[in-house]
């Protein structure tokens, strides 16, 4: 199911919802509904464009009111199947990260935003280049308009989101990514304790080339010249035969979330994902040497973020939380049927499901 065409009816849902009986209702339950921020760089589109539901819905703790906000997050990461495995057969999976940003207001809904990170895989061969391989993230520019319309009668509010990376990862510097600019639109609807939001975001990749291509001089690796592996361009770069980068994506999201007693507060998101790969010029046409059963065109990926999970914020500046998040594709292999979003049950010990634990301040 394309996002754009389920946007329409997700907009439905929140004209259903009872009317925000006063305004302090539906200040009240906005914090449950977090700014949206693009992520991006040379992962899968899950990576890039589908948001932790963990942080989607993070209360914020008290700061200092100054204009500027510091915060900081530390979380670890788990397949359930690495967890709970009953063979040697398992997707290894456990990984802490470190996350840092800073924001600053310029006005009571306008802000820009500062983020990076570092992520440590906790297995020995959880990264792709060493053991215990640990990585620093892409930082995030980000600006945000929190509430660019309120609707007086239903209480709907409208925020606006951009952003842009800055390729400091090691995988996106591999893959040349100039950057990503990412854009989301977010429609919110509070009464009560209990908050919905939906959001539909957008990134667009900018790289050097539209396929990995390795510089030998940079990238000190053995690359044995087979016509049927690799295509040399020049004499120290090669281009890998690893498919066409992303070029763009689309996503929307759909989350729930209810405040049970003051600073404790359940959540539950959906998103769906469809991401294009780069048009190289020799894809989108045909030959006499295209099968007549091919689907020329871009290459195309779909992709669900299926996620519930509780937070407690506690000493005014402090939470934690506890979150189970599956991603994968949203239909079966055979493409017969749609999966469970929330949870993979067919995959045993390889499945999808991740559980996180995580601790954050905001100063």
Not at 87 to 111: D, N
Not at 173 to 182: D, I, K, S
Not at 220 to 239: C, F, N
């Amino acid at each position: 199911m394309n996002s754009i065409r389920i946007f329409p009816i997700l907009c439905g849902l929140l004209l259903a919802l009872p009317v925000t009986a006063a305004a302090d209702q539906a200040d009240a339950g906005d914090t449950l509904v977090a700014q949206a921020t693009i992520t991006g760089g040379a992962g899968s589109p899950d990576e890039q464009l589908i948001a932790d539901a963990a942080d989607a819905t993070d209360e914020p703790s008290e700061t200092s009111g100054l204009p500027i906000t510091l915060n900081a997050s530390l979380s670890f990461q788990s397949t359930l199947g690495h967890l709970f495995r009953d063979s040697l057969q398992a997707r290894s999976g456990m990984s802490s990260s470190l996350g840092l940003s800073a924001s600053y207001q310029f006005a009571p809904s306008v802000s820009a935003s500062l983020s990076g990170g570092y992520l440590q895989y906790l297995t020995r061969y959880g990264g792709s280049v060493s053991r215990y391989e640990g990585r620093f993230q892409d930082i995030t520019v980000g600006a945000s308009h929190a509430s660019v319309w309120r609707e007086p009668t239903t209480g709907i509010n409208l925020a606006l989101g951009g952003s842009a990376i800055l390729p400091t990862s090691a995988a996106s510097r591999f893959t040349q990514l100039y950057t990503t600019l990412g854009a989301s639109m977010t429609l919110s609807r509070s009464f009560g304790g209990f908050s919905l939001s939906l959001q539909q975001r957008g990134s667009k990749n900018f790289h050097r080339y539209t396929s990995i291509v390795a510089d030998l001089d940079r990238y000190p690796i053995d690359a044995l010249a087979r016509a049927e592996s690799i295509e040399r361009i020049t004499e120290t770069r090669v281009a890998l035969q690893t498919g066409l980068l992303t070029s763009h994506a689309l996503a929307t999201q759909l989350t729930a979330a209810y405040r049970i007693i003051p600073g404790l507060s359940v959540s539950a998101s959906y998103a769906l994902s469809n991401s294009w790969t780069y048009d190289n010029g020799t894809i989108t046409e045909q030959d006499e040497f295209t099968s007549p059963n091919a689907r020329v065109g871009r290459g195309y990926r779909q992709g669900s973020l299926g996620s519930f999970g509780v937070r407690y914020a506690f000493l005014d500046h402090y939470s934690a939380g506890l979150n189970f998040s599956t991603a994968m594709s949203p239909r079966s292999a055979d493409n017969s049927r749609l999966r469970f979003p929330f949870w993979d049950f067919e995959s045993g010990n390889l499945q999808y499901t991740t559980v996180s634990l995580s601790l954050s301040g905001s100063y």
